[in-house]
């Protein structure tokens, strides 16, 4: 079966670097784009990175461009996203997400806390 598996969150001061990693299992992993999404406390969960099957095309939220770099590793199944210049209003659960046919398939998440 399909899974995902966050890691690498965790608390970080304002302007510090944090690196998440999702491993994947259970689907052809390199025959998919991958994305990141993260949830803040009272708000919807959104958007904040995607890749390609083979990592030649990326996107990000406008709020992370610049700052976030997201990658991807196609023999090991792993899909990484490098934060950087973190901010307080980064604070969230990170999820990593691959949509198989119309059906999203996502991980448990990964608390980043951005706190002096």
């Known amino acids: 079966q399909v899974q995902l598996v966050e890691s690498g969150g965790g608390l970080v001061q304002p302007g510090g670097s944090l690196r998440l990693s999702c491993a994947a299992s259970?689907?052809?992993?390199?025959?998919?784009?991958m994305s990141w999404y993260r949830q803040a406390p009272g708000k919807e969960r959104e958007l904040v990175a995607s890749i390609t099957r083979s990592g030649g095309i990326t996107n990000y939220a406008d709020s992370v461009k610049g700052r976030f770099t997201i990658s991807r590793d196609n023999a090991k199944n792993t899909v990484a996203l490098q934060m950087n210049s973190l901010k307080p209003e980064d604070t969230a659960v990170y999820y990593c997400?691959?949509?198989?046919?119309?059906?999203?398939?996502w991980g448990q998440g990964t608390q980043v806390t951005v706190s002096s």
């Open positions: 259970g689907f052809t992993f390199s025959s998919y784009a």
């Open positions: 997400k691959v949509q198989i046919y119309s059906r999203p398939y």
